[in-house]
């Protein structure tokens, strides 16, 4: 495996970092900000739709540049909204500081996983990327609770700052680590970057991912009230269950990562069939500890960590370019927007448990879209775990099969 994805997981993990600090700092943001807590949840919104409806537009206007490049321009971006979210001495500038952060963030993901199918070969791209996204996963399991820590410790700016060092570390490791490579893959122009929209196929790869995320992030939500109110479990446990959680996923990660490449579609749907099966588990099962807690470390692994294989789908089905990358990102993102929000609501309207029963039900509709292409590749002499041919991808290279 090259270097480099492991440089770029470490720029990852500097994004993911900021992306969930203000969930660990509310209260002490929200004294420092003169602001309510439903306020500081906002900037939580905030960033996750700068980071859907901005991040491909950034992209766009860096296509001209070489991949290399483009990062680090993505780095001072991110780098300079984290300044002023360190600085900020009221909310509205908060606000502007997250929006910055989240659209470099985004698009800094469509950029650094095109990169990554660049630098490796087609056969390996999946665990490429499960290398890549492990900066995901580790910003989940330590990102959050370092930051946490330290604002707790510090004060809630000695958090950003230590982003901003992190990110700082990030970029000229990538500047010295990463390769420079004068074009992205399948990103001849501007034409055929969008060109490639007009795909169906591509269309409801993209929705795959977002019901996958959505299914994830309808239950990942609210495990905190989930755990203590439902199961009975201390505030002081929670911490220690999510981060087992988060361990959980770095090795559905690995997993998927090992088996993206051939199997995609295979692992795709019996990803879906899982999930289904952990949260309609967890739904029924919610007031028991020991179910509860196995059913929640299903959905670690085999939830977000669907990422690598859903990333294989997408650029075999549209490209490896940077845009469709940033777009399929932005498609995730969706999914946590829409998992927590429309979470929100039923909870609001029949407890907590109707979450759990939510993400099964979307979990569900995602493998029923997985359905068409898992028909295609079956075959009576092969079976579904058989591997079919090597195809070409529509940028020319020799794809490893589904």
Same mark, same amino acid.
Not at 3 to 26: D, K, N, W
Not at 237 to 263: E, S
Not at 284 to 304: N, R
Not at 380 to 399: D, F, N
């Given at each position: 495996?090259?270097?480099?994805?492991?440089?770029?997981?470490?720029?990852?993990?500097?994004?993911?970092?900021?992306?969930?600090?203000?969930?660990?700092?509310?209260?002490?943001?929200?004294?420092?900000?003169?602001?309510?807590?439903?306020?500081?949840?906002?900037?939580?919104?905030?960033?996750?739709?700068?980071?859907?409806?901005?991040?491909?537009?950034?992209?766009?206007?860096?296509?001209?540049?070489?991949?290399?490049?483009?990062?680090?321009?993505?780095?001072?971006?991110?780098?300079?909204?984290?300044?002023?979210?360190?600085?900020?001495?009221?909310?509205?500038?908060?606000?502007?500081?997250?929006?910055?952060?989240?659209?470099?963030?985004?698009?800094?993901?469509?950029?650094?996983?095109?990169?990554?199918?660049?630098?490796?070969?087609?056969?390996?791209?999946?665990?490429?990327?499960?290398?890549?996204?492990?900066?995901?996963?580790?910003?989940?399991?330590?990102?959050?609770?370092?930051?946490?820590?330290?604002?707790?410790?510090?004060?809630?700016?000695?958090?950003?700052?230590?982003?901003?060092?992190?990110?700082?570390?990030?970029?000229?490791?990538?500047?010295?680590?990463?390769?420079?490579?004068?074009?992205?893959?399948?990103?001849?122009?501007?034409?055929?970057?969008?060109?490639?929209?007009?795909?169906?196929?591509?269309?409801?790869?993209?929705?795959?991912?977002?019901?996958?995320?959505?299914?994830?992030?309808? !239950?990942?939500?609210?495990?905190?009230?989930? #755990?203590? *109110? =439902?199961?009975?479990? @201390? +505030?002081? %446990?929670?911490?220690?269950?999510?981060?087992?959680?988060?361990?959980?996923?770095?090795?559905?990660?690995?997993?998927?990562?090992?088996?993206?490449?051939?199997?995609?579609?295979?692992?795709?749907?019996?990803?879906?069939?899982?999930?289904?099966?952990?949260?309609?588990?967890?739904?029924?099962?919610?007031?028991?500890?020991?179910?509860?807690?196995?059913?929640?470390?299903?959905?670690?692994?085999?939830?977000?960590?669907?990422?690598?294989?859903?990333?294989?789908?997408?650029?075999?089905?549209?490209?490896?370019?940077?845009?469709?990358?940033?777009?399929?990102?932005?498609?995730?993102?969706?999914?946590?927007?829409?998992?927590?929000?429309?979470?929100?609501?039923?909870?609001?309207?029949?407890?907590?448990?109707?979450?759990?029963?939510?993400?099964?039900?979307? !979990?569900?509709?995602?493998?029923?879209?997985? #359905?068409? *292409? =898992?028909?295609?590749? @079956? +075959?009576? %002499?092969?079976?579904?775990?058989?591997?079919?041919?090597?195809?070409?991808?529509?940028?020319?290279?020799?794809?490893?099969?589904?």
């Amino acid at each position: 495996m090259p270097r480099a994805v492991y440089v770029l997981a470490l720029g990852i993990f500097a994004m993911v970092t900021s992306e969930f600090v203000v969930a660990g700092l509310m209260p002490q943001m929200a004294d420092g900000l003169n602001a309510t807590i439903p306020q500081i949840g906002y900037l939580i919104t905030a960033f996750a739709v700068a980071m859907a409806v901005g991040g491909p537009f950034l992209t766009m206007a860096l296509m001209k540049l070489p991949p290399r490049t483009a990062l680090m321009v993505l780095f001072v971006i991110f780098l300079a909204g984290n300044v002023l979210a360190a600085t900020a001495t009221g909310y509205s500038t908060m606000m502007a500081a997250r929006i910055i952060t989240g659209i470099a963030s985004q698009a800094f993901f469509g950029v650094g996983i095109s990169m990554c199918a660049q630098i490796t070969r087609p056969e390996v791209r999946g665990r490429a990327i499960a290398v890549a996204m492990n900066g995901l996963m580790l910003g989940t399991l330590l990102g959050l609770p370092i930051s946490t820590l330290v604002g707790e410790r510090f004060g809630w700016r000695a958090a950003f700052w230590t982003i901003t060092a992190i990110t700082v570390i990030a970029a000229v490791t990538t500047l010295f680590g990463v390769p420079r490579i004068e074009r992205a893959e399948g990103g001849g122009g501007f034409r055929q970057e969008v060109g490639v929209f007009k795909k169906p196929k591509l269309w409801l790869a993209l929705s795959t991912s977002t019901l996958i995320i959505g299914a994830t992030f309808s !239950a990942f939500s609210y495990f905190n009230p989930i #755990l203590t *109110d =439902l199961t009975g479990f @201390s +505030t002081d %446990t929670v911490p220690v269950l999510l981060i087992a959680y988060g361990a959980a996923t770095v090795v559905g990660n690995n997993i998927v990562g090992r088996f993206a490449d051939r199997h995609t579609i295979p692992v795709l749907a019996v990803g879906l069939i899982l999930n289904t099966v952990f949260l309609t588990g967890f739904a029924l099962f919610a007031d028991l500890p020991a179910p509860a807690v196995v059913c929640m470390m299903g959905v670690g692994l085999v939830g977000v960590t669907m990422n690598p294989a859903m990333a294989t789908r997408v650029q075999r089905t549209g490209n490896a370019g940077p845009l469709v990358n940033t777009v399929h990102s932005s498609f995730i993102t969706l999914g946590i927007i829409l998992g927590s929000s429309i979470g929100a609501v039923v909870i609001d309207t029949w407890g907590l448990r109707a979450s759990l029963w939510l993400g099964a039900i979307t !979990a569900l509709v995602g493998l029923a879209t997985v #359905l068409p *292409d =898992l028909a295609r590749r @079956s +075959t009576p %002499t092969t079976g579904l775990a058989s591997p079919c041919p090597a195809e070409q991808t529509e940028s020319g290279a020799l794809a490893s099969p589904f």
